[in-house]
């Protein structure tokens, strides 16, 4: 009984949004294009992640643990992921903190390059019998994409120098001073990337594959020097003169490794040489490696005047330009004689904004008369349902007006 008496009292509301959920809902009405575009996709070509770090003959990642720089100190920071933050020991003694971040890989909004070939292969029988003709069909996608990190050292005044508290002699007493050398020479920050799927195929193809294929430097890396004074100096000619990774200069190349460590290197001529061939699809991966080598990475440290100390603590900006492989694969069926010979097909592919075949699709389903009469229909039954609800009078008025005129 409550429900009916609330259904008698609120009916009016119940029609209405009944109505509107009926207008609005694009699968009722048939727009296509509205409720599936073709194309999905973030701005990322590739995901990638600040892994781990090789430093002092030892892995250290989010699992991994080297041996201690200061005996019985634990790291008071190690956090790898989309940036990182590492040090080995305590927060402002022993050896300095490391940290990078990156931008995205992004796809430029550039017209890849493609590369089309076939391959032919045996006949097959289907299952009614009939013998058919098959061919591999293989297109490949060049992108081209813009990457950015930086990476770069901070810490204290004892850091600078690799101080830290060995002993301390009771409560006011003197304290016993030890070091470590304060440098990452000779190591290397390690970086996992994984593709992501940024193109979609409206002719499905049988397999899909995604690869980094050149990833250099498009500028030489940009010093920066951070001082005992908090003030920074860009392209600090101290610091570069110091400072030494790989890559470096404009147009110096990562590798690309298949496993954490350097094994199984991947690159553009790995996959160019299948031109005219059936691909090898353990050629991709869901997921490949590279590093940064920091051949030498430390602060700044000296005394000026005899008297005062001073130090500076190196960031290093690297401007990345990079490739990455997208190959679709189709297996075409044909009549065996009935075709006599069989050309590439070009794929149709979206690599546009959602929003374009949003709009793109409203266009297509007002072009039709039937459509538009159907959204003509609708908007009466809107507006006599509206005017139903909100001014039931005017009806009466209406008929009452007719039959006077009669």
């Not at 029609?15 to 194309?39: M, Q």
């Not at 061939?277 to 991709?284: K, R």
């Not at 005899?306 to 190959?327: D, E, G, N, R, T």
Request: aromatic fraction near 16%; glycine fraction near 8%.
């Amino acid at each position: 009984m409550q429900i009916e008496a609330w259904a008698k009292k609120y009916w009016k509301f119940l029609v209405l949004g009944v109505l509107v959920f009926i207008i609005f809902n694009p699968s009722i009405i048939g727009i296509k294009g509205l409720s599936g575009v073709g194309y999905l996709s973030g701005t990322q070509g590739l995901q990638p992640e600040f892994n781990s770090l090789y430093w002092n003959n030892a892995w250290w990642s989010n699992t991994e643990r080297g041996a201690e720089t200061i005996p019985g100190v634990s790291p008071s920071s190690m956090s790898f992921g989309w940036d990182m933050v590492f040090d080995p020991d305590r927060a402002s003694e022993g050896m300095p903190d490391m940290g990078a971040t990156e931008q995205a890989i992004t796809v430029d909004p550039v017209a890849p390059l493609v590369t089309s070939w076939s391959v032919p292969q045996p006949n097959e029988t289907l299952p009614n019998g009939t013998v058919v003709g098959v061919t591999k069909q293989f297109d490949l996608y060049r992108y081209t994409c813009d990457w950015a990190m930086n990476v770069w050292l901070s810490g204290s005044e004892w850091e600078a120098d690799g101080k830290y508290t060995k002993v301390e002699r009771g409560l006011g007493g003197s304290s016993e001073v030890a070091y470590v050398n304060p440098s990452y020479a000779d190591s290397a920050l390690w970086i996992k990337v994984s593709p992501t799927k940024f193109v979609y195929f409206t002719e499905n193809p049988t397999h899909v594959y995604f690869a980094p294929a050149y990833i250099a430097l498009k500028e030489p890396v940009i010093w920066a020097g951070v001082d005992n004074n908090g003030q920074t100096v860009v392209n600090d000619a101290d610091v570069g003169k110091v400072e030494d990774l790989i890559p470096k200069n404009t147009g110096e190349p990562l590798g690309i490794y298949y496993n954490r460590g350097g094994t199984g290197t991947f690159n553009e001529s790995t996959i160019q040489h299948y031109e005219g061939l059936t691909l090898d699809p353990s050629l991709f991966q869901d997921a490949y490696w590279t590093r940064i080598s920091l051949i030498q990475f430390k602060p700044l440290s000296w005394t000026n005047n005899l008297f005062w100390h001073a130090w500076k603590y190196p960031s290093a900006y690297l401007h990345f330009q990079v490739y990455i492989y997208v190959v679709g694969e189709w297996k075409v069926y044909f009549q065996t004689g009935e075709i006599p010979a069989l050309t590439p097909h070009t794929p149709i592919m979206e690599t546009s904004n959602p929003l374009t075949n949003l709009f793109a699709g409203a266009a297509a389903w007002f072009a039709s008369p039937f459509n538009q009469l159907w959204l003509f229909f609708i908007l009466i039954v809107f507006v006599v349902v509206l005017v139903s609800i909100f001014n039931p009078g005017l009806w009466s008025m209406l008929a009452l007006s007719r039959r006077k005129q009669e």
